[in-house]
């Protein structure tokens, strides 16, 4: 209704300023609102064109076959499914995925004091175990909710939007119920907020004047952030860690003083192998950034873990972690020059195209903005860095706050209400 009488209100102001000289502005008023429409008309299903099937794992599967579905997976992450294969195609609710799990919620269930004594043990567990007790981080959503739709549920705590995708009858005869991706003869992929985001920026003229805004300006940098000192155990970080994973952001490390030197970051984390958690265990902050630096881990850092597993008699994990180094070792040796510029460790997802490895190639160093960086600028530095969030920083590199997907969505979504 708001879109016809404005359309109304135009096309009367258009015929008297056709009269008055006056065209080309009305024109230009027009085309915006054309625009605005586009932009309100489009549907999830947009938004998912070429996005390939989600790669899925039962609810029945072990931690240990969640860590070889990681590492053997392009994504770096994989989906946990309860599905019941007896029930009719056509029963929606027969098959539903019930988290996303990547390698961080690995390394920080294995970082847990009784799992630490028994690494070996824990990977036998059922995979449950890593799926979050917090509901409606994952949603199933149909390929004819509107965008508006989607972005109302992100804001609502929905990390991944999960959306049916169209097989083509061909391909439904080579797939059967069994195979991973398959669910009851449908195929699912999803949209994070990273997706949204990256829709919207193609559109961000529609937003106008809001992108050429400054953060701080429109009040979109938080001072809630995670942080912990340097010289800090890293161990103490291990709840952080969970809850940046959960919200998408990063734990900062600063000094005494409050300057940002780097972050641990999920990201940066869910490239490494599952026995970093030795590495976080061990090692203080600042030690923890070099060994999970995309150049690998240092052998004076190994050899320090090593010690001091021992010295915790932590004898489950030592084993654990002297096998793993063994193997990343020997494999690091036989690499060519041009696999040796890939992020550490080199197993499984690891030893990929150069395309997929140029984006896994993540250092510890943070991405920073200024509070007067315009939110257009944020928008796509964090795009380009493949990240949820920006810190930011003040003139003298102290940590004033940071920008997450979720506050630029808020404010997008703002507008978009006076829109519709």
């Not at 390939?52 to 992450?77: C, E, F």
């Not at 030197?261 to 984390?269: A, D, Q, R």
């Not at 320090?304 to 040796?333: D, H, P």
Request: charged share 20%; aromatic share 6%.
């Amino acid at each position: 209704m708001k879109f016809f009488a404005r359309a109304v209100t135009i096309l009367k102001c258009f015929a008297r300023a056709v009269a008055g000289g006056e065209e080309k502005m009305v024109r230009h008023q027009i085309s915006g609102m054309e625009e605005d429409v586009r932009l309100l008309a489009y549907v999830v299903s947009d938004l998912c064109l070429g996005k390939p099937p989600l790669r899925s794992l039962p609810a029945s599967a072990t931690v240990s076959d969640a860590v070889s579905a990681i590492k053997s997976s392009d994504d770096g992450y994989v989906s946990v499914w309860n599905c019941d294969h007896s029930a009719k195609n056509d029963d929606v609710e027969a098959c539903r995925c019930v988290e996303k799990i990547c390698m961080v919620d690995v390394i920080c269930y294995l970082c847990r004091d009784e799992n630490l004594l028994a690494p070996s043990s824990a990977l036998k567990a059922p995979v449950s175990v890593l799926v979050s007790k917090v509901s409606g981080r994952v949603r199933h959503v149909e390929p004819s909710s509107s965008l508006f739709e989607a972005i109302d549920l992100i804001l609502q705590g929905a990390q991944n939007l999960v959306v049916p995708i169209k097989m083509n009858t061909r391909r439904k005869l080579q797939k059967s119920s069994t195979t991973p991706a398959a669910h009851n003869g449908r195929e699912f992929c999803w949209l994070t907020q990273e997706d949204v985001i990256r829709f919207l920026l193609s559109s961000i003229g529609v937003f106008s004047p809001l992108p050429a805004l400054s953060i701080d300006k429109l009040g979109i940098i938080s001072t809630e952030f995670l942080s912990i000192q340097y010289h800090s155990p890293a161990a103490s970080a291990i709840g952080a860690i969970s809850s940046s994973l959960a919200d998408q952001t990063s734990v900062a490390v600063v000094d005494d003083e409050g300057i940002l030197i780097g972050e641990i970051s999920p990201f940066t984390l869910a490239c490494c192998d599952e026995m970093v958690s030795a590495a976080i265990t061990t090692l203080s902050a600042g030690d923890l950034m070099a060994y999970i630096d995309c150049g690998g881990p240092p052998e004076d850092l190994v050899r320090v873990v090593k010690a001091r597993l021992e010295e915790r008699k932590l004898e489950g994990m030592l084993e654990e972690f002297t096998i793993c180094s063994n193997i990343l070792s020997n494999s690091s040796s036989s690499s060519s020059d041009e696999e040796s510029s890939s992020p550490w460790p080199r197993s499984g997802r690891y030893n990929r195209s150069s395309s997929y490895s140029a984006r896994m190639v993540r250092r510890a160093e943070a991405i920073v903005c200024h509070p007067w960086s315009s939110l257009a600028a944020v928008m796509i530095q964090a795009i380009s860095h493949r990240v949820n969030y920006v810190w930011v920083v003040e003139e003298d590199c102290s940590l004033a706050g940071i920008v997450t997907f979720s506050k630029m969505l808020e404010i997008l979504h703002q507008h978009l209400q006076t829109m519709s």
